[in-house]
């Protein structure tokens, strides 16, 4: 478990299948910002059991209050390059909570301390304000518009691409490390 402030993040395992499901096939779950996205449980279970080596890494943790309410999910994966991308989505009635903030947070400082990477991006809808401003205040800087890059809602939509280098980010700021 990676230990926060306020929140914790957890790796999902097996037996959270059935919910990391019912998750991704809610659609309110995935907001207005990232449309309709239906998966069976046989593709669910499929992202548990990829073969996973250095150069194809996906990490899935819950995020989670102290008290172990789920509230949230965020992930980061790398496929054959030096970078992950990430994202997060978080419940309904715990968004604009700070929880999200603290969870994008925790996973740069882990990306960047478990991995010899340089790079972390993630991408938000343009009209996603709070997202952008949640990987802003996480240290990510914006790099452009990548135009009518996803299918949302039945119309092609423009992502904001953004990014913080390993050079940016200077230490560990909600992490909690063991003390020697």
């Known amino acids: ?46 992202q548990f059991t990829e073969v996973q080596t250095d150069q194809n890494v996906r990490l899935q943790f819950f995020i989670e209050l102290k008290d172990g309410t789920k509230v949230g999910s965020i992930g980061a994966w790398k496929d054959r390059s030096r970078f992950y991308t990430m994202g997060a989505s978080i419940l309904p009635e715990f968004r604009k909570k700070g929880y999200c903030s603290e969870a994008t947070e925790l996973m740069i400082d882990y990306l960047f301390l478990s991995d010899n990477i340089e ?15 949640t990987l802003q205040k996480a240290g990510l800087q914006k790099e452009g518009i990548l135009r009518k890059f996803s299918f949302i809602y039945g119309k092609w939509t423009d992502m904001v691409m953004m990014s913080i280098l390993r050079e940016e980010w200077d230490h560990v700021r909600v992490m909690k490390l063991p003390q020697y």
Not at 119 to 132: E, Y
């Open 119 to 133: 790079r972390i991006q993630a991408t938000a809808n343009v009209a996603n304000i709070g997202s952008q401003k």
């Open 1 to 46: 478990m990676i230990e926060g402030k306020v929140i914790n993040l957890r790796l999902m395992e097996k037996e959270d299948i059935p919910l990391k499901h019912d998750w991704q096939n809610d659609m309110y779950f995935n907001g207005i910002y990232n449309g309709i996205r239906q998966v069976t449980r046989e593709q669910t279970e499929q």
